[in-house]
């Protein structure tokens, strides 16, 4: 992935500095902007990958602007931070409402809100790149290597990951341990056909707490299915 580019919309020098050698420092690219108008000029120039938006802003307000991105078609799926200098619970409420995706209270820690930035562009990378398998209630996202459930992490061992992954590609279609084996240890592994059963009990352990452990099957005498039982 190229550098993201976030756009920075703050009208105190020292904080706008600090806030781009911040990314700059963490490989992002900066746009700078010292007032709202400024601030929809450069979006509206360079699509930037994420907003971090102040909310006091001379002349026209932060959330001014946060709303004119959330209605703009090519903008509105932008992830913005709210930045904010008391910790008003009226402004973050209003803030959530018009759309800002996250929300920030000066004084703030760079690696925390860089965590938060990070978080949000993963998030919206995923969600456009779209490299993620579905199956019922489940999402592999195969770029993370993460695991949902109805939105909710789900922990797994590389190997259960590998086992799933495999079975939400080949949906209903009954494999026996041998071939599980070679697809998922590869052929040159020499493990044995228990191996397999360890891993599955595993598996379905991880999906017992979120109720989708029948998705996968045992065919007797034959081996295992992967299959939407909703
Ligand atoms: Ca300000």
Redesign the pocket.
């Known amino acids: 992935m190229s550098a993201p580019i976030v756009l920075v919309v703050?009208?105190?020098s020292s904080i706008r500095d600090m806030l781009s050698f911040t990314l700059q420092t963490a490989g992002m690219t900066v746009q700078a902007a010292g007032n709202a108008e400024q601030g929809w000029q450069l979006a509206l120039n360079e699509t930037p990958d994420l907003v971090l938006l102040?909310w006091?802003?001379p002349g026209v307000p932060g959330v001014s602007l946060l709303s004119r991105l959330k209605s703009h078609e090519k903008l509105k799926q932008v992830p913005v931070i709210m930045l904010t200098?008391r910790a008003d619970e009226t402004d973050q409420v209003q803030g959530f409402e018009m759309g800002a995706d996250d929300y920030v209270t000066k004084p703030f820690s760079p690696r925390a809100l860089l965590a938060r930035i990070r978080a949000l562009l993963r998030r919206f990378d995923d969600a456009t790149l779209g490299e993620s398998v579905v199956a019922g209630r489940m999402r592999l996202d195969t770029t993370s290597h993460r695991l949902t459930i109805d939105g909710d992490e789900v922990k797994l061992g590389p190997k259960e990951f590998r086992l799933l992954q495999f079975f939400m590609t080949h949906i209903n279609r009954v494999f026996t341990r041998n071939q599980l084996l070679d697809e998922v240890w590869g052929d040159r592994v020499v493990v044995e056909d228990r191996t397999i059963d360890v891993h599955i009990r595993r598996l379905r352990r991880a999906l017992e707490e979120h109720g989708c452990e029948s998705y996968i099957q045992t065919i007797r005498g034959s081996g295992y299915r992967f299959s939407v039982t909703e």
């Open positions: 703050e009208d105190e102040d006091m802003l200098a």
